[in-house]
């Protein structure tokens, strides 16, 4: 099976918990073992959202910004790397061209992000494209989609399969600012669109979710395009 | 005065029109001697579309149609380098990193796309953003934007002045293809909203258009921000 | 068996005969199948020489015509990787030092022009030498090396086997311009004949011809070094 | 006058502390405007710490941790670059040999890391080497060298000179580990020995200790040669 | 088994003695067809002397003397690259972080120098940290470490085990000049030291050493690390 | 005006004659100083051909061989670099295309060879097309072109002025074996007659030979191309 993982930024605090990147490691790892073709994508977090911050308070443009924010997802996808160990590629890629020469080595290829003006998210949809990914997990700080943010308000719904178009109609009502990307980036939805990727969005809290989400199982949310 | 400039895949004919060229490199080498900064984007035009054609054919995924677009797009900058002569720096960028450093050296810097999934509506976008252009003039091959699409029907109208938002929910309507990329792709939008870019759409067909422009002058279409 | 073919300017049409790539493209990527090592090496074709011709015209030195001709090269062999498919490299060497790195992975390599002064000719025969490789076929318009110019003369007969020195002398008959190499280009000629790489000019119009010379069959005109 | 300095670690807080930055990048700014050629190099600080030691919990060996560090140490740079602003060169280089080439172009040079198994020290002593710095100034969070940890006993008693074999000596006494190079990083000295580069230890606590570093005032720790 | 062997400059004189090189790359090359894991990294020799000398008398300082000793040690290593074969890998890494992605090929990987300021002794024991080698073979003219200069003294004595502080205080007293880089170069020992990569230093007069330290053989000089 | 020279190999001895290199630059630096535009391209001399001899000995094709040669030149480029000192460009570069780039800074632009199948001749004399050279000035170890080799028939004559048509006859009697490739290399011929760059060959022997022919004096041989 070919996939695509996007790891979320919730993966990856001011002070990164080593237990859960090893937990992930290891199942992402096994995941391989099994003889899939695997993608990782690593976001930002905290780390990146501070030196975007700096950045801009320091008169940093947008784009400035983002080619921070990209070095910081790259040394997350570092330590991604280290967490699956030997069945990880040794090597980043750092421009999407070079990704096919990675993947097909029967290791898991880690990558961050690319350019300014794409989030990590059209990065794990353009990785998927290109390696023709059978499936993306989208893994967040949430369950998945909800009617409302779940932090914010209790009683927000899980939506459980959402079509691609009314993802889109919501993404748009956002603006794009470097480091705030949000799960719903419209050049992301985009190229989902286009290629019309499998895509679930599951929760990070438990490598179990990716997994299973890898093996189709109904969890989290999935995006419908028919 | 920091200006970008856009030209349009109507410059990169399947012949091209050397003394199109011709005139417009004489134009906006011109500009640049007066002692403007400029950075020009070029489109991919016919042969772009004919390569990328040929690849869906071959069974090839999107965002390698987009690369193959992207070489194009470059050997197109490649002539309008030629057309403005010594006015012109002798390399072309092909990362957006690479920018600030090619600017400033007095010359126009001529590039072309940069990454699959980017416009080169986005990326002349983004390079207004990066070198903090005060304007950024997008030539195509009408006049401006207009209610309808002017080829098709002659009643349609010209818009003076448009806001931004209503650009983006166009935007939305259409799918992006690699090498259908519209006038009014999304991303690019995006990007222009977030900086701000004073912006203009008017004729490649004369390079007076793109000079009265690139001077303040009131033609074509311009977007509003509020 | 080590082999190089080069495909010549024919396959690559303005308008490109998707039909001849396929065919192609599954014949050679059946003799990787059967576990041969080969390098390809695309031409330029009537794009490259518009584009040479357009960037003359606007000024342009030979060595950067040659430059651009070198870009349309490498957007045609990206053509030729995806007919080929899942038995292609997935990516194009653009030096020479890089190219054994790419072979013997199992898959054909494919690749454009390198440098100026350098026809994709010069390239395929560079690439036979350092690829070791047991065969040079050069896929032209015509069905090998005639008295005369057979698109010209009716009555130009096929030769079947010509010296080395011979090919040499007619060689150094014509001049050399960017976009515009023969099928005799010097420096090729002097390549094969350090390296005494046994050649053969064959006809692109039939996928058949190339496998039938790579399978040593007496087809086209042969090189003979003594 | 030609100049290194090095930003220490000090500089680089979990939360930056901007008007610090501002401060030392106006103070710096200042200094290449009045003619003089600057090139500066960011530490680690608290962050490389992080990643670094949640890179060696994962297994990471010491030259890959170093590479994480000088990930972190360039997105450092790259503060420090956009605090300076339009007096800052538009890119930091990768490589030492790339360093001549920045240099010179009336901007100040600001880099990080460069390779595992060179402190940010070292990188500073190799940088005033092959650009011939008259000076090298080493910023750090004390006022220069102590007869003891000033944090840890008040009674510790700032050197004001020291020769470099003394230095060297204590140098020798520490283990070398990722993100935690000493002052007194042993290459480092050996590369000042070896060019007999003048170099002060002062603290990054004022901009104006920098400066006054710079313009040959007797302030900090001075490391004497013969 | 995981392995690297320094291959000292004696290896490479003027006049390079190509009986030498063949038998020592067929003893490489077999130890690595045993299905072991080698890189190889080749000194300066005589060449590197002698244009670092050159160029120190036309003004360059000790880093553009060291580049210039980088390059020769990569043309060294291009011919142990030759001299070992079909079991050798294609191309050479020139950087650390390449390293890794040449690694578990199956094949040598062979590599010279990397940067200012790292005798190619560093160089082989980052590439034994990076690469989690069990065993560091150092290659000299001589057959370990003595009491004294073998070579002026007949008299020395040579020492079978050494402890890592011992050879890092000898270090400490020799200068640090490019091409004169010795034996004990500090930061290699430093690697050592915080790697604790068990290392012989043997003899290059016979590949035989070499094989013989590889396997375990008590030979040469053996750092102790406890 | 905008010149070419190229320094043959005999500038480039084992055991290099410091004060020759001195002169050599102190001539150039000095032409450059009066506002002149000067490429040098470097031979590779006695140490290349040694590289080679060893490189084909260990079973090395020639193309490696090149490439062997063109990393000794690169080394022979930075001692003329050196040499020159501060008028000099801070990097060697190593593409063609790189070339305009590096030129019109106001300084000697310094490089060796850039591909296999490409002697130094042939690289400066597309340096010299490229850069648009009035003149290209090839330095030798004899005073010009002679009717036999001067060094064997002490009665061969001097040849003041030889058709460019002449010297490509001459050229193809020779095989091209790298590091052989004589004064008259074919390709670097045919690229003068394509670009009918104005070319004299003088001897290396005094400094004051390269200047005078760069004034335009008539001193050694001179190519005519109609």
Chains 1, 2, 3, 4, 5, 6 share one sequence.
């Not at 199942?27 to 950045?55: H, K, P, S």
């Not at 029967?106 to 003006?117: E, R, T, W, Y």
Request: one cysteine or more; charged letters at 20%; proline letters at 4%.
């Amino acid at each position: 099976m070919r996939a695509v993982v996007k790891l979320g930024g919730a993966l990856f605090r001011r002070e990164p918990n080593v237990t859960s990147l090893k937990g992930m490691g290891r199942a992402l790892g096994g995941f391989v073992e099994d003889g899939n073709q695997l993608v990782l994508v690593a976001g930002g977090g905290e780390n990146a959202r501070t030196y975007i911050a700096t950045a801009r308070k320091l008169g940093g443009d947008e784009s400035t910004c983002d080619l921070l924010g990209i070095q910081i997802t790259r040394a997350n996808a570092e330590l991604v790397r280290l967490a699956i160990g030997s069945m990880a590629s040794s090597k980043i890629p750092t421009t999407l061209s070079d990704l096919p020469h990675f993947v097909g080595s029967g290791k898991a290829v880690v990558m961050g992000g690319l350019q300014p003006g794409q989030s990590t998210n059209a990065v794990a949809a353009l990785a998927a494209e290109i390696t023709r990914a059978e499936i993306l997990v989208n893994g967040t700080d949430v369950d998945g989609v909800y009617t409302e943010d779940p932090k914010k308000n209790p009683k927000a719904k899980l939506i459980r399969s959402v079509h691609v178009d009314k993802l889109l109609s919501w993404a748009m009502g956002g603006e794009v600012f470097a480091g705030r990307y949000e799960l719903l980036d419209p050049l992301a939805i985009k190229i989902m669109q286009r290629a019309r990727i499998p895509t679930r969005f599951v929760s990070l809290g438990d490598p179990g979710n990716i997994i299973a989400a890898l093996q189709g199982k109904d969890i989290g949310t999935k995006v419908v395009y028919s």
